[in-house]
């Protein structure tokens, strides 16, 4: 019950595109989503994340949705650039003291210039 | 910024080989981690370090891993007998425990075993 599915796999756009990613999980005890970005050879890092009590979060170019009801959640980036290309990861957790992270399978996006 | 570090950064070693991955948290961090990454897979949970004591393992948390809080400042994962199949990207991570509930991760520690 603590996977979480990701897709795509890869995203390629063009420079100036939205690029969309969406996770599902199963857990309804989850109540913290972040979402990390991961550039090759690096540690993830956190870019936004999202607590159960909000539906939406938006931050400069980047925002999340979440759907609790539905289970799932997802990353929005508009007017990409070339240096947004990277692998992003969701994650998704309970948010009462140490629980750990689950991640999904991450999605490869391209962004051309 | 405060930062988690960890040592090495890339560390070869033989099949069968002891390895100790190190990392220092971020001060006044309550909550530890380590989670691997196989080249190219995601992130895995490890294990999770509180109180001086593991508060959750994974399945890939066999007896050959170990973690210890050695002093007030380090916490390392130990590979007893490395296997091929160990070969991966290391992260330590640690968290606050207060509001927020961020977790920071470490640069990493590439293992290879050959």
């Known amino acids: 019950g603590e996977n979480v599915e990701q897709h795509p796999s890869t995203l390629s756009v063009q420079e100036g595109d939205s690029a969309v990613i969406k996770c599902t999980y199963s857990d309804s005890a989850s109540n913290y989503f972040p979402w990390y970005k991961q550039e090759l050879g690096k540690r993830p890092q956190l870019i936004i994340d999202?607590?159960?009590?909000?539906g939406e979060k938006k931050d400069q170019r980047i925002a999340v949705t979440l759907n609790k009801t539905a289970k799932h959640f997802s990353l929005h980036i508009t007017e990409t650039q070339p240096e947004d290309s990277a692998v992003y990861f969701c994650?998704?957790?309970?948010?009462?003291?140490?629980?750990?992270?689950?991640f999904g399978t991450g999605t490869r996006l391209l962004v051309s210039p | 910024e405060p930062e988690v570090t960890q040592t090495p950064s890339h560390q070869v070693t033989q099949m069968g080989q002891e390895v100790i991955l190190r990392c220092v948290p971020i001060?006044?961090?309550?909550?530890f981690y380590w989670y691997r990454q196989i080249l190219g897979q995601k992130v895995e949970f490890l294990v999770s370090f509180y109180n001086n004591e593991i508060s959750e393992k994974s399945e890939i948390f066999d007896d050959q891993f170990s973690v210890e809080r050695p002093d007030g400042s380090n916490f390392t994962l130990k590979i007893r007998s490395t296997k091929l199949e160990d070969s991966a990207m290391y992260f330590c991570?640690?968290?606050?425990?207060?509001?927020?509930?961020?977790?920071?991760f470490g640069e990493g520690s590439w293992l290879t075993v050959v």
């Open positions: 994650a998704h957790r309970g948010d009462t003291g140490f629980q750990k992270l689950v």
């Open positions: 991570a640690s968290m606050s425990g207060h509001s927020g509930n961020t977790i920071y």
């Open positions: 001060s006044n961090h309550l909550y």
């Open positions: 999202i607590r159960s009590n909000v």
